[in-house]
């Protein structure tokens, strides 16, 4: 089965350090979304992307937060500056059809120190 | 702003029916999800529904759907060990391009033996 796959799995970076997260989507997908977990909160969409541009983006997701598609294959998160309330578990996820039967990613644990 | 509500947590016995069960705000909903995740994983779609259909049957799932109370609920039959995971509902909202899911804050499964 196809699936979305996303590195490094844990990440801990030193606030004020940028940081990119791997995402790798379904091949014949074409939406591709970040959304981000903080623990104990709910799960909240960041972005999406489609047509190699944002489609729509979150209070969230400001001048720090940035993706890109950069080889038809990845997409990328990067986080400019990071901040110690950045970390959460950040999940890509890939859809054929805007946000319908969207496959997520296994998440990559974003620790800030 | 748009919502989605559940129970924190259910307790079942092997064998038993579990239902869990969720609430939303967004009437123009179109498709409502249940994710499942498991220790350590990803988010993984079980299963959804389409806002106009009142119930979904796959293999032991069973999803309700009460679009006037906005009340949604999963049904796993014949609950088994393997079922133990912090259960997601979701809901799409958005049009065109710019859908995206809301979460609920997740239903933790505990199956007794």
């Known amino acids: ?19 990119i997260l791997r995402c790798v989507p379904i091949s014949n997908h074409l939406y ?35 993706v890109e598609r950069p080889d038809g294959s990845n997409f990328t998160l990067k986080i400019r ?19 319908f039967e969207a496959f997520f990613g296994q998440g990559t644990r974003l620790t800030v120190v | 702003g748009e ?9 079942v016995r092997e064998g038993d029916s579990s239902v869990i069960n969720c609430t939303y705000t967004d009437s123009s909903s179109t498709y409502l999800y249940w994710y499942k995740q498991e220790p350590g994983a990803g988010l993984q779609l079980l299963t959804y529904i389409f806002s106009n259909m009142d119930m979904k049957q796959d293999q032991r799932l069973t999803v309700l759907l009460n679009k006037k109370d906005k009340h949604l609920s999963l049904r796993i039959a014949d609950t088994q060990t393997g079922d133990s995971a912090i259960y997601f509902c979701a809901e799409s909202i958005g049009g065109g391009n710019n859908r995206k899911l809301i979460w609920g804050l997740g239903t933790s499964l505990a199956v007794n033996p």
Not at chain 1, 87 to 99: E, G, H, I, K, V
Not at chain 2, 3 to 11: A, K, P
């Open chain 2, 3 to 11: 919502d989605v509500e559940q129970s924190l947590f259910l307790s």
């Open chain 1, 32 to 66: 591709f979304y970040w959304y981000r977990q903080i623990l104990g909160q709910k799960v909240e969409f960041l972005v999406s992307f489609y047509n190699n541009e944002i489609s729509e983006k979150s209070e969230i997701f400001d001048d720090q937060f940035s």
């Open chain 1, 81 to 99: 500056s990071t901040k110690l309330e950045d970390s959460a578990m950040y999940f890509c996820a890939s859809s054929l059809l805007p946000a």
């Open chain 1, 1 to 19: 089965e196809p699936e979305v796959t996303q590195t490094p799995s844990h990440q801990v970076t030193q606030m004020g350090q940028e940081v």
